[in-house]
């Protein structure tokens, strides 16, 4: 059910042609009364024609849906882009009656070329008249592009004796490596029916996607697309705005898309968690997680079963962090691998343990401070490099 | 004869047996008479021993010589491994009858493992009996890790009616983005019989090195043991403190021996150029040209034949550079394929150049001012994945 999860929310996917395979590749989300809205969007210099439209429109805080287009990503497509997106919003919100300004547009799939917005125009339509709340497990697969599987999350929590519930679709498996505003393509919906101020729904998605969108990486190559919106419609009944279990529902909903993000990653066979503490900062912290993550080198050594601690502290080397190597413990699946440069000699358990299969996790214990910071990536495959070479993002 | 080409220099390459090869794996260079020396090295927090032991040589600006041990790196080592370079450096002092401040060690390999300075002793020995004129050729192949080939370049030059020479070896195919200070596992050895006075030779070294070997990338892996030497022993009797010819051979030397270490790199099949120009700082411009050839889904679309527009600007536009997309004009083997967010249709004919094979160059007009840079790469194939998921590095 995804983002209809909630009560009060409606969503479609259709066929529009924009994907060479044929597939779903339109998304509608709409609620059938006001919400408010809540984003976070790419902070690349090159932002596609949706971010720059759905920005100002986000910060004004009000919206009911949103149109989305897979197969092509408007992005560097100059004015007649922007002029794309605004179209295509407003046929959406045309055809499901609602005010101009309150529905959005996003993309993603192809750089370069523009949406053929007069051959799409007719799928609109049809998703506005499709809308149901079936139709959230169709919008979900009608957003992804090289996803091999539609992520989706749901969570229901009890306020006052009422449930409020958060439901999520995300698409990305590719050019993933979020930095955004508050702080990929990194598509990211939320729906609720819980009643939040605008203001109080901007904090939660702000302190959310810090450490979930913004702490993965499956490539290291930002998007100019990476979106994040939550919308919230008050359906419930219920007042969440100071709400802590609102909060922790929407940071899991984002947390549980995040992780699915990087398990689907291209080429990807297994997740890699990079765990840092001990950082003389949490800026610290972040960098050295994040160079570590983004380490072609390790990755590729994770696909390879080879517990490569070298490549650990390489990449922890180039994060302009505070670093001291002799207080520097190492760690593989939880075997310490070498402490302050001194090996341990456990490299064979760290090597039995990999080839178990599953998760990764490295560990970087810095003994210079208490922050932390963690970051999720994959391993690095021959196939991503066979299927990068073929697709066109 | 690489470093042994110019006039007062000697080499060797022998068997120390740290490479499971067992192939060549200790190499030594020695002038015959004293000799000033300028360097460079890796920036990355967690320096390798060498690093550390000859960082305070070579600002001390005197050396005779270089003993060079590839197969372990001797790096996040600790104090012992501080304390083991040392000693080997020493031994190659005394085995040469060079004064022991004079004698510089560097090291290239796994990364984690210290070197076994007892069985490697007996092969100082070797090398410095066995240093001769043609020992340069042996050098160059027993500094390689996991290059498919020696790389060596020598240019001679005249000044006021006598020949100069500056001859260099390099090794180095993967770890590979150095970023030195005056500004990787890049090892870089120049040896020039030029009379140079140490501060000329420093400002020569730095000026050459930001444009040639930081301007270059693998991986995006910055190594903990990046290092260039550049050592004059005024053998040829010719003063050229401010020769610009010299400079300049310097340069070259540097710029072909870049050159061939990217051309080399791990599981590449072509060497990618980017050139940024119309940046509106020199700051922009560098870290622009370094995002896209950083970019592994670019690199894969080269090795793919794609002319992929859409990763180029996505890459550029996570450079934190000053950039309007309305003014860029992107293109690869010289067609242009968008101006402004405007595609020219013209993918094509990039294709076609593309499949020709050899380098592709890729284009970048920021519009914004006069400001250029230039990267070198290559591109990423499923060997590169392949061979680092078996190789320890």
New interface residues.
């Given amino acids: 059910m995804s983002v209809t999860a909630p009560k009060g929310w409606l969503a479609s996917g259709v066929r529009a042609g924009t994907k060479p395979s044929g597939d779903l590749d339109l998304a509608l989300v709409w609620s059938e009364k006001p919400a408010v809205v809540a984003g976070a969007f790419?902070?690349?210099?090159?932002?596609s024609a949706h971010v720059m439209v759905c920005r100002p429109l986000v910060a004004a805080g009000s919206a009911r849906g949103v149109i989305v287009s897979a197969g092509i990503?408007n992005?560097?497509?100059?004015?007649?882009?922007t002029h794309d997106a605004q179209r295509l919003a407003a046929l959406a919100a045309q055809a499901t009656g609602t005010p101009a300004d309150e529905m959005l547009n996003c993309a993603t799939g192809?750089?370069?070329?523009r949406i053929p917005v007069d051959d799409v125009a007719p799928a609109v339509k049809v998703a506005a008249d499709s809308l149901s709340v079936e139709g959230g497990t169709d919008a979900a697969r009608a957003i992804m592009t090289t996803d091999t599987h539609p992520k989706t999350a749901v969570r229901t929590i009890e306020i006052d004796g009422t449930q409020v519930t958060v439901g999520g679709m995300a698409k990305g498996a590719?050019?993933i490596?979020p930095?955004m505003e508050l702080q990929g393509t990194l598509l990211v919906f939320l729906t609720t029916d819980a009643d939040v101020g605008v203001d109080a729904l901007r904090a939660v998605v702000g302190g959310s996607v810090e450490d979930t969108f913004n702490a993965i990486t499956i490539?290291?190559?930002?998007?100019?697309s990476d979106t994040v919106l939550v919308f919230a419609n008050g359906a419930s009944g219920v007042e969440a705005s100071t709400s802590e279990a609102f909060a922790d529902a929407v940071r899991e909903v984002m947390a549980e898309l995040a992780y699915a993000v990087v398990a689907d990653g291209e080429g990807a066979t297994r997740v890699v968690r990079v765990q840092v503490s001990g950082a003389a900062s949490s800026e610290d912290a972040k960098a050295v997680a994040r160079e570590v993550a983004?380490?072609?080198?390790l990755k590729?050594?994770v696909?390879?079963?080879?517990p490569?601690?070298?490549?650990i502290?390489?990449?922890?080397?180039?994060?302009?962090?505070?670093?001291d190597?002799?207080k520097?413990v190492v760690s593989m699946c939880g075997i310490v691998?070498?402490v302050?440069?001194?090996?341990t000699g456990r490299r064979a358990e760290a090597e039995a343990l990999m080839r178990q299969g599953g998760e990764v996790t490295i560990g970087l214990e810095m003994g210079l401070g208490d922050a932390d910071a963690q970051y999720l990536t994959c391993d690095?495959?021959?196939?991503?490099?066979?299927?990068?070479?073929?697709y066109?993002?």
């Fill in positions: 790419t902070t690349s210099s090159v932002p990503a992005a560097f497509t100059g004015a007649e882009g192809t750089i370069g070329p590719g050019m490596a930095r490539d290291g190559c930002m998007s100019t983004n380490s072609m080198l590729a050594a696909w390879g079963n080879d490569n601690m070298g490549r502290v390489q990449a922890a080397g180039q994060a302009n962090a505070k670093l190597p002799d520097l691998l070498s302050g440069g001194n090996e690095l495959t021959p196939e991503y490099v066979r299927f990068n070479g073929d066109t993002t």
